[in-house]
């Protein structure tokens, strides 16, 4: 497998791509305004924070023209003053997310492709000084690291994502449970990515429904596995349950392979139509979609990202 550390890194190039791109208000967008979720603020009585690159449909008067000079590259000035938006990254850890086919250990699991797509996207809000929260739900707790801000406290987002809990200690309460934990820990509201397979006995549409309550903007990105949604599977077989241990013994036949595979998407199709009726995003991931593909083009296709 390839190691944790390895996951997480992103070269310069690619950050600096990032820089370009916002995390979009599905709120806003919907509305067909101007996808601008913070008040604007200049003047010398700010305090500066930072620069970014500067973005088509910034305000000029936000550009720097001393470094264009230098540098020749457009740069836009950040204050602190400005009003900030809560980005919430909620990362299921669940002995599922971590499940991988037998003979695949070298390729990535659900779990480290959720990691690196709330990595790319804490990135990308802490450039436009959002406050970032990541948190993490494993072993019946959900784990927080407090709100950061700027992009120098990207080694920070990148050190928790890095700390995975051990495969014994995920097993614990339904999604619903561990989400209200998280909205009571609150006092804002804000954007809420939710990275998670969804696989919870029982089922989903509450939990979500958590989210909905509280009044939270929500992204649901679900994240299988390929072998979940077409499995090459034949002959007797013994099923074991990834959280719970339990074990079924059965005959994978061709009719029982195309039940399966109905099902599950319409499994799928159904956390769809639960989510777009309540206008949260959803968009179904794969772990083995290839990442720059995935943040760059499908999330901006989806206006997930602009």
């Known amino acids: 497998m390839v190691p944790a550390s390895d996951q997480l890194l992103f070269d310069s190039a690619f950050l600096a791509k990032l820089e370009q791109l916002e995390l979009l208000s599905r709120r806003v967008h919907q509305s067909d305004r101007p996808a601008e979720r913070r008040a604007r603020?200049?003047?010398?009585?700010?305090?500066?924070?930072?620069?970014?690159n500067y973005s088509f449909g910034d305000d000029l008067r936000r550009i720097d023209w001393n470094i264009y000079g230098r540098f020749d590259r457009l740069f836009v000035k950040l204050y602190q003053a400005e009003q900030d938006l809560p980005v919430h990254f909620l990362l299921d850890a669940s002995a599922s997310m971590r499940w991988q086919p037998e003979g695949r250990a070298e390729t990535r699991s659900k779990y480290d492709q959720a990691r690196r797509l709330a990595a790319a996207l804490g990135y990308i809000a802490l450039t436009r000084l959002d406050r970032v929260h990541l948190h993490r739900f494993d072993g019946g707790t959900v784990t927080d690291l407090g709100g950061v801000r700027g992009r120098n406290q990207f080694h920070q987002v990148l050190r928790f994502l890095r700390e995975t809990p051990a495969a014994a200690e995920m097993t614990g309460p339904s999604l619903e449970k561990c989400l209200q934990t998280f909205a009571a820990r609150q006092k804002r509201r804000g954007l809420v990515f939710l990275l998670s397979d969804l696989f919870d006995p029982q089922g989903s549409e509450r939990a979500l429904g958590v989210l909905q309550h509280h009044r939270f903007e929500a992204e649901v990105l679900q994240i299988l596995d390929p072998a979940e949604l077409d499995p090459a599977l034949q002959g007797d077989l013994r099923l074991v349950d990834a959280e719970t241990g339990q074990h079924l013994d059965l005959t994978a036949q061709p009719a029982l392979v195309r039940k399966y595979r109905e099902e599950?998407?319409?499994?799928?199709?159904?956390?769809?139509?639960?989510?777009?009726?309540?206008?949260?995003?959803?968009?179904?991931?794969?772990?083995?979609?290839?990442?720059?593909?995935?943040v760059l083009r499908i999330l901006r296709e989806e206006r997930v990202l602009r």
């Open 41 to 52: 603020h200049t003047g010398s009585s700010l305090e500066f924070a930072d620069y970014r």
């Open 264 to 294: 599950i998407r319409s499994y799928c199709a159904s956390v769809e139509t639960f989510c777009r009726r309540r206008s949260f995003g959803y968009l179904r991931l794969t772990s083995d979609q290839p990442f720059e593909d995935l």
